[in-house]
């Protein structure tokens, strides 16, 4: 893991929706390289979180550096072309007539501009992304065809066409069943390491924490509840507080995270 260089400075970002206040004064940094998995109830501003990263997110206060600048009103489209967004499986129409390997050249074209042709090197990048994820074999299906294991799998690879610096994973487990959620928590942990990137993964749900995080992130109610090893926060007091269950409950939903927790120590 490349460490060192920090690409995401966030320093008291207040950010509001109507009545509601997303965030509520957050500062975070985030070095090079790190596998950060941010966690909370429903509501905690996790969300919010990523949008503001990705240039999306209208602050009231506070700074935002991503990536070697400030972002401003006008600069959030250029970053998004170097962060990679991927959110949970949407409802695809079957009769949609676009094939795995159309919808993932849909990453590129970011990067391309949208009066620029794909040329042979984009398409073999694409064709690249879809063996990565592990689609070559589908790549002529059409996309409403797939299971959601597998559309999320192709909004990956999407996402990798772009060939991003910072990649975020809104809730990219949810509403999949347990083995297909399994197969993309192993796949994004392999996609951080060979493609040298940045990760933040946002789950609100503990089964869906990936348990090689460097680090972890706590969120409730707008704030930063806890951040450091995952070693110390994914523990039951820690829990409890955050998700207001009691120790008992929280006890019930643990025993598999510390195990995994003990042979996934920092760095690995």
Not at 28 to 50: C, D, Q, R, S
Not at 77 to 82: D, F, G, K, P, Q
Request: aromatic share 4%; net charge neutral; proline share 4%.
């Amino acid at each position: 893991m490349k460490m060192g260089n920090t690409v995401i400075d966030i320093e008291n970002a207040v950010v509001s929706y109507r009545e509601d206040v997303a965030l509520r004064g957050v500062s975070i940094k985030i070095e090079e390289g790190e596998f950060v998995g941010v966690i909370g109830p429903n509501g905690a501003g996790k969300t919010t979180l990523l949008t503001v990263i990705n240039g999306l997110g209208k602050l009231l206060s506070g700074r935002v550096w991503v990536l070697g600048g400030f972002l401003t009103p006008g600069s959030g489209h250029s970053l998004r072309r170097r962060v990679g967004y991927v959110a949970q499986v949407e409802n695809i129409d079957p009769r949609m007539p676009m094939s795995v390997r159309d919808v993932a050249m849909m990453g590129r074209y970011g990067v391309l501009g949208l009066f620029k042709r794909p040329d042979k090197g984009d398409w073999k990048l694409v064709d690249e992304m879809l063996e990565l994820v592990g689609m070559t074999h589908l790549a002529q299906r059409p996309i409403g065809h797939l299971s959601g294991g597998e559309q999320q799998r192709v909004a990956i690879a999407r996402c990798l066409a772009q060939e991003p610096e910072l990649l975020l994973l809104d809730e990219p487990t949810a509403s999949l069943d347990w083995k297909a959620q399994t197969e993309i928590l192993a796949l994004v942990k392999k996609i951080h390491d060979s493609r040298n990137l940045t990760t933040l993964f946002v789950t609100h749900d503990l089964d869906a924490m990936p348990h090689t995080c460097d680090r972890v992130v706590l969120m409730k109610d707008g704030l930063i509840f806890a951040d450091g090893p995952p070693g110390e926060l994914i523990a039951t007091d820690k829990l409890s507080r955050l998700y207001d269950m009691t120790a008992s409950v929280v006890e019930e939903r643990l025993p598999h995270m510390h195990r995994n927790n003990s042979m996934h120590g920092r760095g690995q």
